[in-house]
């Protein structure tokens, strides 16, 4: 939506011009820049996907205690997590740690690992989770499910969308053993 925004604005200015500037070099140039950076950054805000998914089949569930993770320093994890979690029709609660909770039959375990850069929308540095590894395990510590997200190589198509974005479709395999299908990015042709 953001993007779309950025591309109309883009637009009226481009025909705000004057003639003149229109013709001169260093206006197209720099509105080629310009379109190819919201390009390029319209493709690093895209939906994180699930890697290296192991599913054993088990029983549904609809609710599960997650094991906050200090070592994780981003504040929106949990969040993220809750609200994939709610899309699922599974409640929650978050514990410092298993051993003090009360019994909980199924359990949330994850990590994140943050990173900074500039995001091209600003000038200062902002964190982003660049990895996040989660597995679902009974109160007895059997695995019912892991999941990774991974910061794509190449286009890092992922890298500045909101932890919510990249860790849903974690969640959603995690707990469906099916890899959600990912948005086409150009859209499909018309068969004749």
Not at 36 to 49: I, M
Not at 93 to 98: H, I, P
Request: hydrophobic share 40%; aromatic share 8%; net charge positive.
């Amino acid at each position: 939506m953001a993007a779309r925004r950025h591309t109309v604005a883009l637009a009226v200015a481009s025909l705000s011009l004057s003639g003149c500037s229109i013709l001169s070099p260093l206006p197209l140039w720099e509105l080629t820049k310009a379109t190819g950076q919201l390009a390029f950054s319209s493709l690093q805000t895209e939906p994180g996907e699930a890697s290296d998914t192991v599913y054993h089949a088990h029983a549904r569930f609809t609710s599960l205690c997650i094991e906050y993770n200090p070592q994780t320093q981003t504040a929106d994890v949990v969040p993220a997590l809750q609200l994939a979690l709610r899309a699922h029709r599974i409640d929650s609660r978050v514990y410092e740690n298993a051993i003090n909770a009360p019994h909980c039959p199924v359990w949330l375990r994850y990590s994140a690992q943050m990173e900074w850069g500039i995001s091209p929308y600003s000038e200062r540095y902002q964190a982003y989770i660049s990895q996040a590894a989660l597995t679902l395990q009974t109160d007895r510590g059997r695995v019912l499910s892991s999941s990774h997200y991974r910061l794509d190589d190449g286009f890092l198509t992922s890298k500045w969308a909101s932890t919510q974005d990249k860790l849903a479709p974690v969640v959603s395999v995690l707990v469906t053993g099916v890899q959600p299908v990912k948005r086409p990015t150009q859209p499909a042709k018309e068969q004749s």
